[in-house]
């Protein structure tokens, strides 16, 4: 079965959230903006998601996670919880 793992920052806003795509493409450390900023509870672990397959996740999470390319920063995604920054740090087929 298809799983991935990923890390994620949730923010509020759109505009909030590619600063912090922009932070993080000039080298700041995606963790550590995840611990500062996101609003979910995962932030506290670098945003770190752990393994999961398709269907665990909102369906628009779920899309980028499972066609997007691993270790680049995905970006805004749009929720029903908010706006997010995703990286797939794994993926197996």
Known sequence: MVQAT??????????????LK???SVG?????LAKEHSSCPSGQR?????????????KEFDTVVFSS????????VK???GYHL???????E
């Open 6 to 19: 990923a890390r994620h920052i949730l923010v509020d806003s759109e505009e909030f959230c590619m600063d």
């Open 22 to 24: 922009d932070k993080i």
């Open 28 to 32: 700041e450390d995606f963790a550590e």
């Open 46 to 58: 670098g945003g770190e998601l752990g393994t999961f397959a398709p269907g665990q996740m909102v």
């Open 69 to 76: 390319p691993i270790n680049e920063v995905q970006g805004p």
């Open 79 to 81: 929720t029903q919880f």
């Open 86 to 92: 995703i990286e797939i740090t794994s993926r197996t």
